[in-house]
């Protein structure tokens, strides 16, 4: 088994086995939903209270990640909320989004084991947020060719997108992706 499908596989045991609410997002999500693509990161987004995060440190130790609980203490109480944790055996990384919210998520298979993913509608907004912040404009084709191969691919529910990509200032950015993925 190729050492990414190996972490892959060790992260699903033992988040699901811990019982936090978890999901996949970035590049792994993009690919279920649209074109796969490589990466050399994994994105997962975790539902936790301060309680929580005990449970967190314990399942990412079991998943044999390099953790240093208090960087993961720190990151939750920042305004950023996100944190960086190297695999012990592996050249790969893992990004992990925190969140006391809750988070929106679909069920999925991922080498075969249940698992979870970003909704693509949750898919699609994150990414318009990631084009309107990203500059220079370039650097943000790799997340037009997500959204696009997600609208190609996967049925996603447009009236929920667009009200939500209006609230969020991006839906004339969607529009020119959608136009330029049907038109």
Do not use: C, W
Request: glycine share 6%; aromatic share 8%; no cysteine.
């Amino acid at each position: 088994m190729g050492r990414f499908e190996g972490l892959v596989k060790r992260l699903v045991k033992n988040l699901s086995a811990s019982g936090i609410d978890y999901m996949f997002t970035g590049a792994l999500a993009a690919s279920y939903y649209g074109t796969p693509r490589t990466t050399m990161d994994v994105d997962i987004a975790v539902q936790v209270t301060e309680e929580d995060l005990h449970t967190l440190v314990s399942a990412l130790r079991a998943a044999k990640m390099k953790v240093d609980e208090r960087r993961i203490y720190e990151a939750f109480e920042s305004d950023f909320r996100i944190v960086t944790l190297k695999d012990k055996s592996t050249p790969f990384t893992l990004d992990i989004i925190l969140s006391d919210k809750k988070i929106e998520r679909k069920p999925g298979k991922i080498l075969g084991l249940p698992t979870f993913y970003q909704t693509p509608e949750g898919l699609i907004l994150s990414k318009l947020r990631m084009i309107k912040a990203t500059v220079p404009a370039e650097r943000t084709v790799k997340d037009k060719d997500d959204v696009e191969a997600i609208l190609r691919y996967t049925k996603v529910n447009m009236r929920i997108l667009k009200k939500r990509a209006r609230k969020e200032g991006t839906h004339s950015i969607l529009q020119k992706l959608t136009i330029s993925n049907y038109g």
